[in-house]
């Protein structure tokens, strides 16, 4: 078993960050991988990008929001109790080098990913501009942290309800109009990596993202994670998952990970319906 | 001498003891093994006929070389416990062997009984006294030699690397299997349905090697978690890398990321190791197509096509480029599918898949082929029929074209020599690979190929190892 040492709520019970015990994957997991974690014996494996790894404790960090029946069981679990499963890491990791001015751009839980790969930036030397989204204030994580991690930091709320009224892709815009961007970088919702991607193609600023798509075994074996970049089937799961923001086909990716709507739907009201039988 | 009126001639045409099958139309929608198992009368009475020859050819055709006269012999005279202990000599897996190797082609092709009538039921004998140990036998463990205080790892816990396993666990050294999935079996588990090979089997030849002492380290991606020269560093002496073939293959042809198109190891894996035929009473989904198509004509296609219909489907085809005669599935599968009820549209290559506009597959065109020139594989190569193109229609599609190397480990590790497709060079003759203590075997170096061939190589390759270890390389 994969101990959980630490637990943390979110944005009202709907993001949850877990600190758990692997002491070999906190040894080489690098920001930009990935694990795939599994609750218990019948559970489902959950690919999940790193927040933050801490190699002297051997401690790993994932925050997820609880969208399906498989993180509604992850929300379950305590301190003191785990996952049986955790493997890792996977994915290469994000390519960091001193090239200038980069922009992170992180939106709901994509901000989790983004933080390790924005404090990487900045200590690889580059003068790094951080912005950061949610629907409303409440759903806003670790702004702290990407205020520590950049050097300056724009916060968006889809409602206004905190900092800029707008989505991150207005905030961006801005900065993409004020000065020369070298580098952006974009982990969030899918439909916000696509508009942040179209925007920058506008600028011809070179833009990475993060994708997520539905796996199975994350290490290159079933093919589940295809996603076409420049016209070419990748695996986000070794080729990736990050990619060229310019060349990735988001409108497929956005299908593909409707593929098994109706099962989840189906799953997850199963275990609602438990969970409420157990309160009673 | 005139032929058949000798009372040996008699003797040798007794028929074959046939195992009890699940009806077709019932099994067709359950997940149960199909074959249901010898009693020890037939056992005995299948035993009986073989001849016990002196230069038997049917351990010519066995990749690991079992004693099959001896066990035969054994099993003959109701003596299932020694019989199994017999074959474990040669075989630490043979209630998976008895079930999916290729027999018709290997020890049962070369039987004497083949040439005038049915061979010797090896495979069912095999099956037999393996599945008589688990269920009456002692438990008792075969002998160990001494410990040698050598450590071994060993990549992968498929048949090659528990073949390895068991081999260098009996002879003394330190085992530890390292498996990238969550349980250990590799193609075994997440490969084969449960209605070819039941996963408590699996679960249990593995235990028998736990029982051994071999060392089972889960969840631990070999290149990532851990290099091999981290191996090294940590003390072990020797590595096999038994990695398999797990890359899958697509047609590339367009439409081909619809949803419902899967590749067959993730249909596969979803539906063996993750177990989502009982969805949702686990968590992992997988599509239940009403009307299936499945592309290949290999044991990976039949298993495929098997598991759409007892998931449920109206109706599966399977679509292969070549004629009945070029398919490489084992002769039992095909057999077993066709009587299930599976269409097989021969001679048909699909050219693209049709989708409608929430990018869900609906159909797809195929075209027909006629058999040209023999290839490079010694098979008539199939061509297309101009101006043949039909639609097929079909919510599932999975692909079992075949599967190429996971150059997951290759490439983070750049001083094991590769080939062109990214198979590891090995020596064929002892497993050796061009890095100092490694060696390999299986799929990873012959491009994917049967449980048995990849347990010979494992065979092989142990025996290097424990040559290196007692003599250096």
């Known amino acids: 078993m994969f101990k959980i040492v630490k637990r943390e709520e979110m944005s009202q019970g709907t993001v949850v960050l877990n600190e758990i015990e692997a002491p070999l994957i906190a040894k080489k997991a690098k920001p930009g991988q990935f694990v795939i974690l599994k609750a218990n014996e019948t559970g489902e494996r959950i690919p999940l990008t790193m927040a933050y790894t801490d190699p002297e404790k051997g401690i790993i960090a994932v925050i997820y929001q609880v969208v399906g029946k498989s993180t509604a069981l992850f929300k379950t679990l305590k301190v003191g109790e785990g996952y049986q499963d955790v493997i890792g890491p996977l994915g290469k990791p994000t390519h960091v080098e001193n090239i200038g001015k980069v922009v992170c751009v992180g939106g709901g839980t994509g901000v989790a990913v983004m933080h390790p790969i924005t404090r990487a930036m900045k200590q690889a030397g580059n003068h790094v501009i951080a912005i950061i989204g949610a629907r409303t204030k409440d759903l806003l994580i670790l702004e702290d942290f990407m205020r520590a ?132 | 001498m005139a032929e058949g009126t000798s009372p040996k001639e008699k003797k040798e045409k007794k028929n074959r003891v046939r195992m009890p099958e699940q009806d ?155 498996e990238a999935f969550h349980k250990p079996g590799g193609v075994l588990l997440y490969g084969i349905p449960e209605f070819r090979l039941p996963k408590e089997i699996v679960a249990q030849e593995v235990n028998f090697l736990e029982r051994l002492g071999v060392k089972v380290q889960c969840n631990a991606v070999v290149g990532r978690t851990v290099t091999l020269d981290e191996l090294f560093e940590e003390g072990y002496q020797a590595i096999f890398l038994g990695l398999g073939a797990g890359l899958p293959k697509f047609m590339n042809i367009p439409g081909e990321n619809l949803i419902g198109v899967l590749s067959a190891n993730e249909y596969l894996t979803r539906a063996n190791l993750m177990k989502a035929y009982l969805f949702p009473k686990v968590d992992t989904p997988i599509p239940r197509g009403k009307d299936v198509v499945v592309l290949g004509g290999g044991n990976v296609a039949m298993d495929s096509a098997r598991t759409a219909l007892r998931l449920g489907a109206d109706r599966v085809r399977l679509v292969y480029r070549r004629s009945r005669d070029e398919m490489p599935a084992r002769a039992a599968e095909a057999h077993h599918a066709e009587e299930e009820g599976i269409e097989f549209f021969l001679l048909t290559n699909p050219t693209r898949y049709i989708g409608n506009e929430k990018g869900r597959l609906t159909g797809m065109e195929c075209i027909k082929m006629e058999l040209g020139e023999p290839d490079a594989s010694g098979r008539r190569r199939p061509v297309p029929v101009k101006g043949s193109e039909f639609e097929l229609s079909c919510d599932l599609c999975i692909v079992a074209v075949g599967t190429g190397a996971n150059p997951l480990l290759t490439s983070s590790t750049p001083d094991l020599k590769i080939n062109k497709w990214g198979y590891i060079e090995a020596d064929s003759k002892d497993g050796k690979t061009f890095k100092k203590g490694v060696w390999a075997g299986g799929d990873i170096v012959t491009g994917s190929a049967t449980v048995i061939l990849a347990m010979g190589a494992g065979r092989t390759a142990a025996n290097s190892i424990h040559d290196y270890l007692m003599r250096g390389w």
């Open chain 2, 24 to 178: 077709p139309q019932v099994r067709a929608r359950n997940f149960l093994e199909v074959p249901t198992g010898y009693t020890p009368e037939m056992a005995k009475e299948e035993a009986a006929r073989c001849l016990q020859c002196k230069n038997p050819g049917c351990v010519d055709g066995c990749p690991v070389g079992i004693d099959i006269p001896g066990f035969i012999k054994l099993a003959k005279e109701g003596d299932f416990t020694q019989s199994i202990r017999n074959v474990w000599t040669q075989n630490s897996l043979p209630a998976i062997c008895g079930r999916v190797c290729p027999q018709e082609t290997q020890c049962e092709g070369k039987c004497i009984l083949a040439k005038k009538g049915e061979p010797v039921a090896i495979g069912n004998l095999e099956r037999f006294v393996a599945d008589w140990e688990r269920a009456h036998g002692s438990g008792a463990l075969p002998p160990k030699a001494a410990p040698t205080g050598k450590r071994v790892a060993v990549v992968g816990a498929g048949p090659a690397g528990l073949t390895v396993a068991g081999d260098l666990i009996q002879k003394g050294h330190e085992v530890t299997v390292f």
């Open chain 1, 149 to 280: 991690a950049s050097h300056e930091l724009h916060v968006c709320t889809d409602d206004g309800s905190y900092g800029r009224h707008g989505f991150v892709t207005h905030a961006l815009k801005d900065i993409l109009d004020k000065e020369k961007i070298d580098q952006v970088v974009a982990i969030g919702p899918v439909p916000m990596m696509k508009f942040v991607s179209k925007l920058t193609q506008e600028y011809n600023v070179p833009t990475l993202v993060s994708l997520n798509p539905i796996m199975v075994d994350g290490t290159g074996m079933c093919g589940g994670c295809r996603v076409s970049v420049g016209g070419k089937t990748q695996f986000a799961c070794v080729d990736g998952p990050e990619f060229d923001g310019h060349k990735v086909d988001f409108d497929e990716l956005m299908r593909r990970l409707q593929a098994y709507c109706e099962e989840e739907k189906m799953c997850h009201n199963e275990f609602c319906m438990l969970e409420e039988s157990w309160h009673k």
